[in-house]
């Protein structure tokens, strides 16, 4: 079965550190994957995704994320976080062909001290 | 304004109770989905739907019961519920199923408690 796996649990950061959240799958077919993004007291939304061509992918806010498929990873970064990015981040994973069925980690809470 | 919209955002009820949780999405989708979000654990999905039609029934107990009267709609209908059943219930819809699919879009959630 597919899992999802999210290792960091809790992030605090100052504003300006950089951040990286790491993501990791199971799943040995092709797949789509994503992150999303919950801010205090709002829905999930996309913050970005991968379907296939540059392995590098740049999504809202400054957020980018790198499949590296050997490591069937797909770690979250930003050079410099702000305050407002305070939130609870979700990493996806639907199987290619899968009729939607987005498999969730546990999520990781980053909290941002200004 | 997420194009998805859920009520109600908040619902108290005694295990004996029946109520009905209700979605709408405003954005021409064809799919959508139900999903339940505890504290600590992954999102689990529980239904899919794919033009009115249920394509996933992730093994979620029967006092559950889904209902999709068209693409624009879906109820998750409660009864007999156990206080383990509390959790944030989320729904989604999406454009397409199947390969190249994937991306949701999310309500805002129905905060379900059980007494």
């Known amino acids: 079965a597919q899992s999802v796996s999210q290792h960091n649990h809790h992030v605090i950061l100052s504003e300006a550190a950089s951040l990286e959240l790491g993501c990791n799958y199971s799943?040995?077919?092709?797949?789509?994957l994503f992150w999303y993004v919950q801010y205090p007291g709002q829905h999930l939304q996309l913050l970005l995704k991968y379907f296939s061509g540059d392995p590098l992918v740049k999504g809202i806010k400054g957020f980018e994320a790198e499949f590296i498929k050997s490591k069937f990873s797909f770690n979250l970064r930003k050079p410099s976080v702000q305050w407002s990015d305070t939130a609870e981040y979700f990493c996806a994973v639907n199987a290619q062909g899968n009729t939607g069925k987005l498999i969730f980690g546990q999520g990781t809470t980053l909290q941002v001290k200004p | 304004e997420t194009g998805v919209t859920q009520t109600p955002r908040h619902l108290v009820m005694g295990m004996t109770n029946k109520k009905s949780l209700k979605c709408e999405q405003h954005l021409g989708h064809n799919a959508m989905y139900w999903y339940k979000q505890s504290a600590k654990k992954p999102l689990e999905l529980m239904f899919v739907?794919?033009?009115?039609?249920?394509?996933e029934n992730n093994s979620v107990p029967s006092r559950f019961s889904p209902e999709c009267p068209n693409s624009s709609h879906l109820f998750l209908h409660l009864h007999t519920l156990q206080p383990e059943d509390s959790a944030l219930y989320l729904c989604?819809?999406?454009?397409?199923?199947?390969?190249?699919?994937?991306?949701?879009?999310f309500g805002e959630g129905s905060r379900l408690t059980v007494l």
């Open positions: 799943y040995g077919g092709t797949v789509n």
């Open positions: 989604a819809s999406s454009q397409l199923l199947g390969a190249g699919s994937g991306e949701l879009f």
């Open positions: 739907y794919s033009l009115e039609e249920r394509v």
